[in-house]
């Protein structure tokens, strides 16, 4: 299950930048597996097949991305230790010998990345997650599903039967490829006025996507994705902006180079900026310091405090970190990621990642999924962009590694919300670190393997694999790589997108994510993602929104599952023909 939730995960967070947490489903089928079907289990064996099926560890993002960048970028290059050859790249060749040095550098950089996470995680823990405002309520629904299975219930049957349709349905779709036929697309472009876009992809998976969001935001992509196709594309056309070849692919490129991408990247990354800031100065001003402080709320420099003290009461935790600090700053000085500057820079910045950058960067992040359930790695941006940009460092590879000079500061989201409700899932903190690594093995390992297969066999940026999430990286990369902000994406179009995104966001009911992911994406996945939000306000309006939590989003899970597994491995064995 580790190595399916991850494949889905992988795929999704290539195309969309999305993630999804399937600990519900996994629990069900545990459930089944072990209670029915084997006569009896326990909620420490429920909750140890919980948290191995959710512990990914992949490099979908890393590995794509730098394979991205080489065949979409003309200025970009890289050192031997973290890409192959250019040729290798154009002939998409996946020899062992031109990729075993990339693949080796992150084996090694996510394994010390992880390791010393976990030192700093397990000093903070008791802090942490005493705070009574942490609550992480994704994983909280899920911990008290295992107390819902021990009670008994049909649940399981739900997503068995709901991924036995996802399945069955995107197979008929997509076994007629085999003999040229396709079933897995309706393009209407051609019954409409010149320029207007109307591609509908019939997945049952993405279609499931819009159901498993919040409806803000998958109805706000159809709405804002009907009006750039159907209303902006067609009059940029009638105007002579836009040519219109009768080729959809081709018309939705140009519109999105030259158009939507500025507005689109400020509403995503200089829009969620703004919008933390208004969030915060608004909770501040409603609650003020003193009263958080009243709540358990500990700040950042006395959770520095009891990091420090961790380590220096606890010897094996200190040789151990300081080990860690001195193979990295090796490596640093070694390879130079950040050269041309002097190697004595890479080892400062390893230092100031490690030990300062990388501690704040943690403690962010697990606040925001603590508190809302949600995680941004928008802090990256003053911690680590702005200080090596400041720099005047022009290059690409130093914004690749950067994210493994410090403790991995994701791991707790996987690891302290089952610390925190341990009563409930009965285990312990070696449990946890146990389930953790028996997932993370295999996912990372799969994780490469399933990169280079899609890549080779579907290609990045095609309607199949659309890479939003890569193009985002790619705007925002260059920019900082070549310093010309304006030879990427027009400035005043990105300072306005972030501006009004903000905005909407904050006083009307449009998600600014759904604004901006509609105008990067291709329109194929425009209708499937709105049907699915439709649905889920239509459920929630009949049933109560307690539908989406008892049952809807079993059924949807099982249904996402299937349909995009079979989707891309139907794609790479139709390609391979």
Not at 218 to 225: D, F, I, Q, R, T
Not at 229 to 247: H, Q
Request: glycine share 10%; proline share 5%; charged share 10%.
């Amino acid at each position: 299950m580790a190595l399916i939730f991850s494949a889905i995960n992988g795929y999704l967070s290539i195309n969309m930048g999305w993630n999804f947490s399937y600990g519900a489903v996994a629990v069900m089928i545990g459930y089944s597996l072990f209670h029915r079907l084997q006569g009896g289990s326990c909620r420490r064996e429920l909750s140890f097949l919980m948290m191995v099926s959710g512990s990914s560890m992949g490099v979908y993002q890393t590995l794509g991305f730098i394979i991205y960048m080489l065949e979409t970028e003309p200025s970009a290059s890289y050192p031997s230790w973290i890409a192959p050859p250019m040729e290798v790249i154009r002939a998409r060749d996946l020899s062992l010998q031109y990729w075993i040095g990339p693949i080796a550098f992150l084996v090694l950089a996510v394994t010390i990345s992880l390791v010393a996470g976990i030192i700093f995680y397990t000093i903070l823990r008791d802090e942490l997650v005493r705070n009574p405002k942490m609550v992480w309520p994704n994983e909280s629904a899920t911990t008290k599903l295992v107390d819902a299975c021990m009670a008994g219930g049909g649940s399981a049957r739900l997503v068995a039967v709901s991924a036995a349709v996802g399945y069955t349905i995107t197979l008929l779709q997509h076994l007629p490829l085999l003999y040229g036929l396709g079933l897995t697309t309706l393009d209407l472009s051609g019954l409409l006025p010149p320029g207007s876009i109307l591609v509908i992809s019939l997945s049952v998976g993405f279609a499931s996507i819009g159901y498993l969001v919040s409806p803000r935001t998958s109805l706000s992509l159809l709405a804002s994705g009907l009006i750039s196709y159907l209303v902006i594309t067609p009059a940029l056309v009638s105007r002579g902006l836009l040519e219109s070849s009768g080729d959809v692919n081709a018309l939705y490129q140009e519109y999105l180079m030259n158009y939507s991408m500025g507005p689109a990247i400020g509403i995503l990354l200089l829009g969620g900026i703004l919008l933390s800031v208004v969030v915060l100065a608004k909770n501040k001003l409603r609650r003020g310091a003193e009263r958080d402080l009243e709540k358990g709320e500990t700040g950042y420099l006395e959770l520095y405090r009891v990091l420090v003290r961790g380590l220096l009461g606890n010897r094996r935790y200190l040789v151990a970190i300081l080990v860690i600090f001195a193979l990295l700053a090796s490596l640093a000085y070694a390879l130079n990621p950040f050269a041309p500057l002097p190697p004595v820079f890479a080892v400062a910045f390893t230092a100031y990642s490690f030990f300062i950058a990388g501690f704040m960067e943690a403690i962010f992040i697990t606040k925001m999924q603590g508190e809302t359930g949600v995680g941004m790695g928008i802090a990256s941006t003053l911690l680590y962009d702005l200080p090596i940009f400041s720099a005047g460092y022009r290059a690409f590879t130093g914004y690749f590694v950067y994210p493994y000079l410090r403790p991995n500061p994701w791991l707790s989201g996987n690891t302290l919300p089952y610390y925190k409700y341990r009563d409930e899932t009965r285990v312990s903190w070696r449990d946890i670190m146990v389930a953790k690594v028996v997932g993370w093995v295999p996912t990372f390992l799969f994780s490469v393997f399933f990169t280079l297969i899609l890549w080779k066999y579907v290609g990045f940026g095609s309607p199949m694999m659309p890479a939003v999430g890569l193009l985002q990286s790619r705007v925002y990369t260059t920019m900082l790589a070549t310093g010309d902000v304006s030879a990427v994406l027009n400035p005043w179009t990105f300072l306005a997108g972030g501006v009004v995104g903000a905005l909407l966001e904050v006083f009307t009911p449009v998600s600014m994510m759904g604004l901006g992911m509609s105008l990067l994406f291709p329109p194929h996945y425009i209708v499937p993602l709105g049907i699915g939000g439709l649905a889920r306000l239509y459920t929630e309006r009949k049933y109560g929104k307690e539908f989406y939590n008892e049952r809807g989003r079993l059924i949807v899970a099982g249904l996402m599952a299937s349909s995009l597994l079979v989707q891309v491995l139907m794609t790479v064995v139709v390609n391979l023909r």
